[in-house]
């Protein structure tokens, strides 16, 4: 592995920002963005990263499974009811009868569960369309894409 793209992917598993890892390992800032893009692709870097994030994850005694287990717990702590509660007047609390829940805190746990397992991956995927969309001339200046040799020297 060359010495700057090392340096590109010790910052970008830093920062995960591909441009500033890129002018950091010494790329022209002209060009950052695309070089970044391009150092991404290769698998020597992949292979970094990699190593890099397995290395985190043991020094942090974090793991897929704690993830995943903390987001579960998150998601199960959103969606119970909680009562909401009143003053009653003497300065205490009381229940309103009315209960409420974090929906956007479940949602979103119940989400990150979602990519880490794959669930998304089909609705990702890039869709082809069946049919072409036909190309319509509106200035007239060119014959239709489909039309023959013939047909041009005829107008």
Request: glycine fraction near 8%.
């Amino acid at each position: 592995m060359q010495e700057n793209h090392k340096r590109f992917a010790d910052k970008y598993f830093e920062t995960l920002n591909a441009k500033e890892s890129a002018i950091y390992a010494g790329f022209s800032i002209d060009t950052a963005k695309q070089q970044g893009w391009q150092i991404l692709q290769r698998e020597d870097v992949h292979g970094r990263l990699e190593a890099l994030r397995a290395e985190a994850s043991e020094k942090s005694a974090i793991s897929r499974e704690w993830v995943v287990e903390r987001f579960k717990n998150i998601s199960d702590r959103c969606v119970q009811a909680e009562p909401v509660m009143i003053p009653d007047g003497s300065g205490g609390w009381m229940e309103s009868g009315e209960y409420k829940f974090d929906s956007s805190g479940a949602n979103k746990a119940t989400e990150m569960l979602g990519k880490i397992i794959g669930v998304f991956e089909k609705d990702n995927s890039q869709k082809v369309p069946e049919t072409q969309i036909p190309v319509v001339n509106v200035y007239n200046t060119a014959p239709p894409l489909n039309s023959s040799e013939s047909e041009i020297e005829g107008k």
